[in-house]
């Protein structure tokens, strides 16, 4: 199973990025895809899931309304539209895969990892 997560960069506040994360080597019934973030000195965060089969999606409360998160199944590929992005969204994004059918906000129950992408957000 792998997992690569691409497209951060520079934004000014206000700003929009787009987020992928290409997947690979699945062969669960199910599964969710995730996104979490770490800012420096802080603790990961919960961003946004959806659940591949039937595109169950949920969003934390710092980044609901602004971002969205969806997939292409064709492409097996996960993406997280970022938009009017605030200087305290910087941090290193991490797309993840839990194989259940139920979608889950705890980075604990997410078996895979991608590498991050950096999202900086500037003021």
């Known amino acids: 199973v792998q997992l690569q997560a691409f497209g951060g960069g520079l934004v000014q506040t206000g700003g929009s990025l787009r987020l992928s994360c290409a997947t690979s080597?699945?062969?669960?019934?199910?599964?969710?895809i995730g996104w979490f973030r770490q800012a420096p000195g802080k603790e990961r965060e919960f961003v946004a899931v959806?659940?591949?089969?039937?595109?169950?999606?949920t969003y934390g409360d710092s980044v609901k309304g602004r971002f969205t998160i969806s997939k292409d199944n064709a492409k097996n590929t996960m993406y997280l539209q970022m938009n009017n992005l605030k200087p305290e969204d910087t941090a290193i994004y991490f797309c993840a895969a839990d194989p259940s059918y139920y979608i889950s906000i705890l980075d604990s129950t997410y078996n895979y990892w991608g590498q991050g992408t950096l999202v900086t957000v500037s003021s």
């Open positions: 080597g699945f062969a669960f019934d199910d599964y969710a």
């Open positions: 959806i659940g591949w089969s039937d595109g169950r999606r």
